[in-house]
């Protein structure tokens, strides 16, 4: 028996596809804790929504709160409060 024979047959390949699979999970994750906090901190009613859709939506729902965040909370300027439009 050879010692390629031996060797588990591709461990290499799973610790790329774990990888694979780990990281895009571990910044999605982030990603949504962060955006949670903001959106509450901004006291929004929906930052459990904007965070779900982060983790699910990724990148498109993270740029698509960056553009409206200032929007999201009772202070934002879609509900009267925030930046003056003079």
Known sequence: MSLLQT???GTPELIILLLIAVIPFAVAVVVSGLIYRDAKKRNS??????AVGGFFGG???WILYLVV???VGPGGAGR???RSRV
């Open 7 to 9: 060797v588990v047959p």
């Open 45 to 50: 009613g929906h930052a459990l929504a904007w």
């Open 59 to 61: 990148i498109v729902v």
């Open 69 to 71: 965040r200032d929007e």
């Open 80 to 82: 009267g409060g925030g």
